[in-house]
């Protein structure tokens, strides 16, 4: 168990926390209709007779999107159900235009699986292993737009049908650090699986959080799980975690206050960092579930199944051991695995021939910081993986030194030049050549010659100072290992 606790005025507390994340499915068209699912496009411009509930339109469920919610399933090592069933979850709202949502009740298509997360990139024994109850397929509703006129309220259905994954976590996480891994690792894996394209900002994958308190202790008749609040569609990570510790905090004072908390629907509002009443929560009766007459059970077969492992890429786990296994530090092989992005384009470095270990330290800290301070992503370096190989190539036969391979990096940078074209046309090779190295150092050791005699009566230090000079006079094109070579015979 995590060691997170609230402390009341009664002593200490623990949170129980389980996530209901919507992840839009990545398909071209929505889950029982030919309708476009393309993100900003003008309201009501992708809605197809069935999204709108015309009366006599029936649904036909898309292939694609049962592939890839079955795909998301065996990435996790989850239960496949060969037989499910699409159900009508009944509830009035003015963006639903059928007056009921089709979505899994009794008979998901994905049942029981696992995610393994690190609470610490560094450390192995951090590991927790989180449950999914189920994984099952539903449409997304519409959108309303109350800023569009002073009295009325506008209907977008351009969302109305979309496919959703509600991927359904186990009350298993217990602190906001955990839910962040969970949420972190399950965004990972939909976007290497392809199945979702995990963009929050734009509402392709949000949570609701459900969240209760109660004493530290085994769960027993007189310490039973609390009664739990859900916190709805909130959408990114930083938020999920704001929101598991206001609404702990704020259930412990409630119970400590002598009330009692009400299971009902809440919304974060992140200015305030607050939660705020929603609704009443109902309860699956409320929803009057009932298989849906419009559609047949799927039953999938054999070679459907097939079909859908052998297309699953590597996934963030596998190819993070396999990193590992190439002698690159834990913490190295987390960052280059924690967007699929980043690890497809780290593999690119290594097919090109790159030291894995040298590649690994050059991409988290020359190739990063230097898209940080550009403000680009990885997707859109100036500089590709060919570039970087044939510049860390430069490095290791020492035809730049390190001060050098930072100069052509960044002339690479603005330019978008391949590394030895930069350093031919500019003349930053590295020099060797003793005659020359031997010359400067003559004529900084002769300007110097007080300093030569502090270091030969033991302040050893000014060797630093020496090595400093000559680069600076050669321009920093000259070998560190040979300048120190010298330096040490010319010194005695």
């Given at each position: 168990m995590?060691?997170?606790?609230?402390?009341?005025?009664t002593?200490e507390?623990?949170?129980?926390?389980g996530?209901?994340?919507?992840?839009?499915?990545?398909?071209n068209?929505?889950?029982?209709?030919?309708?476009?699912?393309?993100?900003g496009?003008?309201?009501?411009?992708?809605v197809?007779l069935?999204?709108a509930?015309?009366?006599?339109?029936?649904?036909?469920?898309?292939?694609?999107?049962?592939r890839?919610?079955v795909?998301t399933?065996?990435?996790?090592e989850?239960k496949?159900?060969?037989?499910?069933?699409?159900?009508r979850?009944n509830?009035?709202?003015a963006d639903?235009?059928?007056?009921?949502?089709i979505?899994?009740?009794y008979?998901?298509?994905v049942?029981?699986?696992?995610i393994?997360?690190?609470?610490?990139?560094?450390?192995?024994?951090?590991?927790?292993?989180?449950?999914?109850?189920?994984?099952?397929l539903?449409?997304?509703a519409?959108?309303?737009?109350?800023?569009?006129?002073?009295?009325?309220?506008?209907v977008?259905?351009n969302?109305?049908g979309v496919a959703l994954?509600?991927i359904?976590?186990?009350?298993?996480?217990?602190?906001?650090?955990?839910?962040?891994?969970y949420?972190?690792k399950?965004?990972?894996i939909?976007r290497?699986v392809?199945?979702?394209?995990?963009n929050?900002e734009?509402g392709s994958?949000r949570?609701?959080?459900?969240?209760s308190?109660?004493?530290?202790?085994?769960?027993t008749s007189?310490?039973?799980?609390?009664?739990?609040?859900?916190?709805?569609?909130?959408?990114?990570?930083?938020f999920v975690?704001?929101?598991?510790e206001?609404e702990a905090?704020?259930?412990?004072?409630?119970i400590?206050?002598?009330?009692?908390?009400?299971?009902?629907t809440?919304l974060?509002?992140?200015?305030?960092?607050?939660t705020?009443?929603?609704?009443?929560?109902?309860?699956?009766?409320d929803?009057?579930?009932?298989?849906?007459p419009?559609l047949?059970?799927l039953?999938l077969?054999?070679?459907?199944?097939?079909?859908?492992r052998?297309?699953?890429?590597?996934l963030p786990?596998?190819?993070?051991?396999r990193?590992e296994?190439?002698?690159i530090g834990?913490y190295?092989?987390s960052?280059l695995t924690a967007?699929v992005?980043?690890a497809?384009w780290f593999d690119?470095?290594?097919?090109?021939g790159a030291?894995?270990?040298a590649?690994?330290?050059w991409?988290?800290?020359?190739?990063?910081?230097?898209l940080?301070?550009l403000g680009?992503t990885?997707?859109?370096?100036?500089v590709g993986?060919k570039q970087?190989?044939e510049?860390?190539?430069l490095?290791?036969?020492?035809?730049?030194s390190?001060s050098l391979?930072?100069?052509?990096?960044?002339i690479?940078?603005d330019?978008?030049?391949d590394?030895g074209?930069?350093v031919?046309?500019?003349g930053l090779?590295?020099?060797s050549?003793?005659?020359?190295?031997?010359?400067?150092i003559d004529?900084?050791?002769a300007?110097?010659?007080?300093k030569?005699?502090?270091y030969k009566?033991?302040k050893?230090?000014l060797?630093?100072?020496f090595?400093?000079?000559?680069?600076?006079?050669?321009a920093?094109?000259a070998?560190?290992g040979?300048?120190n070579?010298?330096l040490?015979?010319k010194?005695?």
């Open positions: 995590s060691d997170y606790r609230i402390t009341g005025a002593g507390w623990e949170v129980v926390i996530l209901e994340v919507h992840a839009q499915v990545t398909s068209a929505k889950l029982f209709s030919g309708a476009s699912t393309t993100f496009a003008e309201p009501n411009t992708q197809s069935v999204d509930a015309m009366p006599g339109m029936l649904p036909v469920p898309n292939r694609e999107c049962i890839q919610a795909r399933g065996m990435a996790i989850a496949i159900n060969n037989w499910s069933r699409f159900d979850k509830y009035f709202y639903l235009p059928q007056g009921y949502q979505s899994q009740l008979h998901p298509l049942g029981e699986g696992e393994t997360v690190l609470l610490d990139d560094k450390d192995e024994a951090s590991a927790r292993t989180i449950g999914v109850e189920r994984i099952h539903e449409q997304d519409g959108k309303l737009m109350h800023d569009q006129h002073p009295t009325m309220s506008y977008d259905l969302r109305s994954m509600e359904v976590s186990k009350p298993d996480m217990c602190s906001p650090a955990e839910a962040g891994a949420l972190r399950l965004r990972a939909l290497y392809g199945s979702c394209d995990g929050m734009e994958m949570a609701d959080v459900n969240v308190v109660r004493k530290p202790g085994p769960i007189e310490n039973p799980l609390g009664t739990r609040t859900e916190t709805k569609n909130v959408n990114s990570v930083r975690m704001a929101v598991i206001h905090r704020r259930q412990v004072e409630v400590e206050g002598g009330g009692a908390i009400v299971q009902e809440r974060y509002d992140p200015d305030k960092n607050v705020r009443t929603l609704r009443s929560k109902e309860d699956a009766h929803y009057r579930y009932f298989p849906d419009d047949l059970p039953e077969d054999e070679a459907f199944l097939a079909d859908c052998a297309s699953l890429p590597e786990d596998a190819k993070r051991k990193f296994n190439l002698d834990a190295n092989a960052i967007e992005e980043t497809r690119q470095l290594l097919e090109e030291d894995p270990v590649a690994s330290n991409v988290a800290g020359e190739l990063f910081g230097a940080n301070r680009k990885i997707v859109d370096s100036p993986p970087a190989a510049l860390l190539a490095i290791a036969d020492k035809t730049l390190g391979a930072k100069q052509v990096f960044e690479m940078l330019t978008g030049q590394a074209a930069v031919e046309e500019r090779k590295q020099t050549d003793t005659g020359a190295i031997d010359a400067e004529n900084i050791l300007a110097n010659a007080e030569v005699q502090q009566d033991g050893e230090a060797f630093g100072f090595v400093g000079q000559t680069m600076k006079a050669m920093g094109k070998n560190p040979v300048v070579e010298r040490r015979s010194l005695g």
